[in-house]
């Protein structure tokens, strides 16, 4: 019974947010695309992932099925993007399912998700692991790196990031050299 009602002030708060956020949006657009409120709640629930991992801990992902209805492709283009290294996949109890910590709101794949299992790929070989360690609280900070990434996205590129880092040096032409020509004013 205490599950119950757990469950049912879980699901009023999450109303009151929804309701929030909704007043305080201009639906016309998504009126327009989908024409009636249940195809809209309908593709905004489909947003949710559908599998909850809690052993091992890697939090809430996707069945092949629940991301392709979210992104609105075939399953067979979900098995294509995994086959290319485009999406992280994990095995668990014989299921595939993608854990949702590498894609944003919109469910596009996070760049520092992704640059993390590629540098990570070497000291975790097997997928699995590397989801597990995401949700692994580090002791001194009691902040996993699941967590860190959620809080602070990095959406940007690693080519991206180094453009941004970049600070051009002024080099002022030399003084008092013969032959040299002054520049125009």
């Known amino acids: 019974m205490n599950e119950k009602i757990e469950r049912h002030e879980a699901i009023g708060e999450l109303l009151d947010v929804l ?6 949006m201009d639906l016309t657009r998504a009126v327009q695309c989908y024409p009636s409120a249940d195809l809209l709640a309908d593709r905004m629930i489909s947003s949710l992932p559908d599998v909850l991992v809690a052993e091992p801990p890697i939090g809430p992902c996707y069945s092949p099925r629940a991301l392709a209805r979210w992104k609105g492709i075939s399953r067979q283009a979900i098995a294509k993007q995994r086959s290319r290294g485009k999406l992280f996949a994990v095995t668990v109890d014989g299921s595939t399912i993608f854990p949702a910590i590498q894609f944003d709101s919109r469910g596009r794949p996070l760049p520092a998700f992704r640059e993390l299992w590629d540098a990570s790929a070497s000291d975790y070989a097997d ?32 080519t991206q990031r180094k453009m941004e880092a970049f600070e051009p040096t002024i080099v002022q032409p030399p003084t008092g050299l013969s032959g040299s020509a002054e520049c125009p004013t």
């Open 19 to 24: 309701v929030e956020e909704l007043a305080a």
């Open 127 to 158: 997928p699995l692991a590397f989801a597990v360690w995401m949700h692994t609280p580090d002791p001194r900070t009691g902040k996993s790196p699941a967590s860190v990434l959620r809080s602070a996205p990095d959406t940007r590129s690693d």
